[in-house]
């Protein structure tokens, strides 16, 4: 069921259907009952709308899915086949804007062995990340894989030679950035096969492969890889939904995000991380490691991830030491709480602790954009602390310079005439202790000129 979606991949259901929409349909499942391909039938768990689904393909695309009433018992019969994927042959096909096909499959006893890959021991490596998911084109890959080690290769001696042509290059388009283990081999037995058939047609097909092999790591394909196929990687949806998981998980501490990124990318042999900067040089080195494709799935999606980490950060993708970890300025969304409120406002004067938390303020102190500027606010806060000081700093110098001021002043400008009252300016001066506090000095000043004063209303009345 479902040509309609298959045949037009942007269409959804409910929307309007227009000619050309059903023109596409039709002239699909045209094709399919003129040509007959051998159909694949595989599990397609990324499906938004049905995580259990189980798609048809053909010729390296989508042509639909099994329908609900038979899902549950295809999805038994992939369980027990060797890779995961069957085939099947076309046996009738209705062509009308929502047409289907019917499907002849059979399903044989299979356990699937896996393959153990030499040298570094891969077995262990996981990571606790979003992982990059299966896209349209790791679909078509495994597509091809399976027809041709299960359909074609062991029968080349009568294999259609266009559908060998069309899977081989279905394969290697999907595989031609596949550094694993599993593609590493599966290139040296396709080669090994088709030079070995009898058919010289047949064996014009390996030269493709061969160079392909040879090219894997060659400077060209380096450059490539670096400014054409992993920057689109970045930009793809599967890497977008990747990132904004992952986000989600770090609570969106990209600093700690990175960390873990960085401790588990230390781990690849080969010192590859100190070269983590030039990634032409990584995927070089990471094709000579028979990596196998579940650990390269887990590399490739933490570089994904560090290099979106790195722009968001606004760093460059370099290896880090211990120290670089430090320079996480932005605090976390839920590392601002009341707590961190109540002891900050205790921490400065009553009268800036009320202008900056009191009323609405201390309401929006739950607010994320407040929590966000929450160190910005507190500098200001300090700021207005410390101008405050300084404010009271410099009345007291300039109280302690008034006092100093009036205690040094000439005689006559508080007492008249300097000779008439220089025996009592002196004994004004001589009775201040050292040191004494300013306000006592002020106080005693303030005595000692009003006794004087009386003295000399005295003596003028005498």
């Known amino acids: 069921m479902g040509a309609q979606f298959a045949a037009n991949p942007d269409y959804k259901f409910g929307d309007p259907e227009t000619d050309e929409i059903i023109g596409r349909t039709i002239g699909m499942l045209t094709e399919l009952k003129e040509k007959q391909p051998r159909v694949v039938l595989k599990a397609d768990p990324a499906n938004p709308s049905d995580p259990l689904a189980v798609m048809a393909r053909a010729m390296g695309r989508k042509i639909g899915y099994v329908c609900k009433d038979q899902r549950d018992k295809v999805r038994g019969m992939l369980k027990r086949s060797k890779r995961g994927m069957l085939a099947g042959d076309i046996s009738d096909v209705v062509i009308y804007k929502h047409g289907y096909l019917f499907v002849t499959v059979k399903c044989d006893e299979a356990v699937d062995e896996g393959e153990q890959e030499p040298g570094f021991d891969w077995s262990g490596w996981q990571a606790d990340i979003p992982l990059l998911p299966s896209s349209e084109a790791r679909h078509a890959e495994d597509e091809a894989e399976y027809m041709l080690e299960e359909e074609l290769l062991p029968r080349l001696a009568v294999a259609d030679i266009a559908e060998l042509q069309a899977y081989l290059d279905i394969w290697m388009e999907g595989s031609r950035h596949d550094m694993s283990y599993e593609a590493s081999c599966q290139r040296k037995m396709y080669v090994k096969l088709l030079e070995e058939s009898e058919r010289a047609d047949v064996r014009a097909l390996a030269g493709e492969l061969k160079h392909q092999s040879a090219s894997m790591c060659c400077l060209h394909r380096l450059e490539e890889r670096t400014l054409e196929w992993w920057p689109r990687l970045l930009k793809s949806d599967e890497a977008t939904g990747m990132w904004k998981r992952w986000r989600g998980q770090i609570n969106g501490q990209l600093w700690y995000g990175l960390r873990l990124i960085d401790d588990i990318l230390r781990q690849l042999p080969g010192n590859l991380y100190q070269h983590i900067d030039h990634l032409e040089m990584v995927f070089s080195q990471m094709y000579y490691l028979c990596i196998p494709r579940a650990a390269l799935t887990t590399i490739l999606s933490l570089l994904a991830l560090r290099e979106r980490t790195c722009s968001e950060l606004g760093i460059a993708m370099k290896p880090m030491t211990e120290a670089d970890y430090g320079q996480d300025k932005q605090p976390a969304a839920d590392d601002f709480s009341m707590k961190d409120l109540a002891s900050s406002f205790l921490k400065f004067p009553t009268k800036i602790a009320l202008s900056m938390f009191g009323g609405v303020s201390t309401l929006l102190a739950w607010h994320p954009a407040w929590q966000r500027q929450s160190a910005k606010i507190e500098e200001q806060i300090l700021a207005q602390q410390k101008e405050q000081q300084d404010r ?40 201040i202790p050292e040191g004494a506090d300013p306000a006592e000095i002020a106080a005693r000043i303030a005595e000692q000129q009003k006794n004087l004063l009386e003295e000399k209303e005295i003596k003028y009345d005498e």
């Open 392 to 431: 009271q700093e410099q009345r007291q110098d300039e109280m302690m310079e008034t006092v100093k001021e009036v205690a040094n002043k000439p005689t006559e400008i508080y007492y008249g005439d300097k000779n008439e009252l220089q025996s009592g300016a002196q004994l004004l001066k001589m009775g």
